[in-house]
């Protein structure tokens, strides 16, 4: 059994997978880390024969709403009957006494997680506006979904939904800050005084499942161009879905910021959709209009460099697993400045 794999015991999950789903591992176990660490630490793991993708909180420093494994797992085997692509789910294990924390066990699925131009140029505009074009279909067809039709009536609580994202992600940043950030308090005290209502019915049309944190390589796409499942579902909710759109966006949008090859640059790639383009498409598929983005886009803004802060955090802790995380920390100001920014604009 391989034993480079930090926060996965093969033996012991090994013993306790055996438990939950007898006779499925036929030999002996191997582990290599697939995504390192920068948010939940996810692992492919094989026997030789079949193959298995455990996913558990990063090492170290975890804020106590963030890296839940218990939403990731109920969201997805919920989603399963829909047209949300998602992967099959096979276990998965509250007790933290286990692995050091809570994990869960999904089938792996083949494909591609786009994070780079130049792996979208390598395959031509044509295919690139393809994939830019379903990545915000699949982003639609799920806003479409009724929570309580998949079992997700309680999944969240969309009353109150935008006020307590802004407390929260406050609080995130209170929690692993490395150092004082007076434009990012200054962009959450403007965040604050301009939470919509959320009582009304226009606001209402918008409530539905939101996965927190959708973007390009947080999808699989095979290589025919479709996307084969939605993964990272770790901070899906029920909420505003337009949360969940302007996230999408300020990611495309990072390419024009500094440091933005932190996360990635994907929009950058010739054929990527425009921003207009992409929302002209989501109204049509979803079926309503965006209405007024200002608010959500400068909320996004902040969440994103507040989990970049959280990072950053993990790292200087020496708690990352992985390369790449010396300059996470760069990507936070650039981030604050373009909410401050978004606030004023639109």
């Keep these: 059994m391989t034993e480079d794999t930090p926060g996965l015991d093969l033996a012991v999950f090994r013993r306790w997978y055996d438990d939950q789903r ?28 079949s193959w298995w993708i455990v996913r558990r909180p990063p090492l170290g420093h975890v804020q106590a709403t963030a890296h839940d494994m218990g939403r990731e797992y109920t969201a997805m085997s919920a989603l399963v009957p829909t047209e949300v ?17 809570p994990f869960y066990v999904m089938e ?36 479409r979904v009724d929570p309580a039709e998949v079992g997700l009536a309680e999944f969240g609580r969309p009353d109150g939904f935008l006020e307590r994202q802004v407390r929260r992600w406050g609080k995130q940043l209170e929690g692993s800050k490395t150092r004082e950030h007076p434009d990012a308090e200054e962009l959450h005290r403007r965040l604050t005084a301009r939470v919509p209502a959320g009582d009304d019915a226009d606001a209402q049309q918008y409530v539905g499942i939101v996965h927190g944190d959708y973007r390009l390589d947080n999808v699989l796409t095979g290589a025919d161009d479709e996307i084969k499942a939605v993964v990272d579902w770790e901070m899906a909710t029920l909420g505003d879905t337009r949360t969940d759109v302007a996230l999408m966006l300020v990611y495309d949008r990072l390419a024009s910021l500094p440091s933005a090859g932190l996360v990635s640059d994907v929009s950058t790639a010739p054929g990527y959709p425009g921003t207009d383009e992409l929302l002209t498409r989501y109204a049509a598929t979803v079926g309503r209009d ?30 990352t697993v992985g390369e790449g995380f010396d300059q996470i920390g760069a990507g936070f100001d650039p981030l604050i400045q373009a909410g401050l920014a978004a606030l004023e604009r639109d």
């Design 22 to 49: 007898p006779g499925e591992i036929a030999g002996d176990l191997s582990a290599q880390v697939i995504a390192g660490g920068r948010s939940n630490l996810t692992y492919e793991v094989t026997d030789g024969t």
């Design 85 to 101: 692509p998602v992967p099959t789910t096979y276990a998965h294990c509250d007790d933290p006494d286990v692995l050091g924390a």
């Design 108 to 143: 792996r699925v083949d494909g591609t997680a786009y994070r780079r131009a130049k792996q979208l140029a390598a395959l031509g505009p044509e295919r690139t506006a393809a994939i830019g074009g379903r990545l915000i279909d699949v982003l639609a067809t799920l806003h």
């Design 290 to 319: 965006l209405g007024d983005m200002g608010f959500h886009l400068g909320l996004a803004y902040f969440k994103l460099a507040v989990i970049l802060e959280g990072i950053n955090f993990r790292f200087l802790q020496g708690q």
